[in-house]
């Protein structure tokens, strides 16, 4: 399973207030996921473990060459609270050329089980009582990677934006996210 804290580097992402960055929200939350996967017994590794920079295009490589059972983008957002969990939308042309599928619908074969593992981590976010919203959109590079993908955006409201540092909200969220793939792996009857 691979976890993607988006941005990084010269990337910051959302700046929220001074010095508090999307890219450092993402690589905090994305450590905490790391561990809660790893404490159920699934075996889950960092896109990014320190503030770099990689480009939307050589992230989905870099996971689709590890052929991972999963992928999780970790982004952070406004205006909002509670977290947005994504699945991809494909284009509408997906005719597939000498049995190769067009990079924008790499997702196509596993978009079923993209979108039941986003369901369940929805479920779990909503047993903890964050507010959780299971959303669709067009969002790279999910579409290009050829496992199941999902993004999990933690969304900070307009008049506490220091909300997301909270060390509560960030393991509160990381568990919940952890829990709900952990149920769908089991459900899908996937590899560890």
């Known amino acids: 399973m691979i976890i993607d804290p988006s941005h990084g580097g010269d990337d910051k992402g959302v700046v929220f207030a001074p010095h508090v960055f999307e890219k450092d929200l993402t690589l905090s939350v994305a450590r905490l996921l790391r561990k809660e996967l790893q404490d159920r017994g699934i075996a889950a590794h960092l896109l990014r473990d320190s503030d770099f920079s990689i480009p939307l295009e050589r992230r989905a490589e870099l996971c689709n060459q590890q052929r991972p059972s999963l992928y999780i983008a970790v982004h952070a ?67 290009n990677i050829v496992a199941p993908a999902i993004a999990v955006e933690l969304a900070a409201d307009r008049s506490d934006l220091h909300s997301l540092e909270s060390a509560r909200l960030q393991t509160a969220v990381a568990t919940a996210v952890a829990s709900g793939i952990a149920q769908a792996r089991n459900q899908l009857g996937a590899r560890k």
């Open 77 to 143: 957002g406004e205006p909002g609270k509670g977290v947005r969990v994504y699945t991809p939308i494909l284009p509408a042309a997906q005719q597939s050329v000498n049995g190769f599928l067009p990079w924008e619908a790499a997702q196509a074969p596993v978009l079923k089980n993209s979108n039941a593992i986003a369901g369940a981590v929805t479920r779990e976010l909503k047993k903890k009582d964050i507010k959780a919203l299971d959303m669709k959109a067009f969002l790279r590079p999910l579409n």
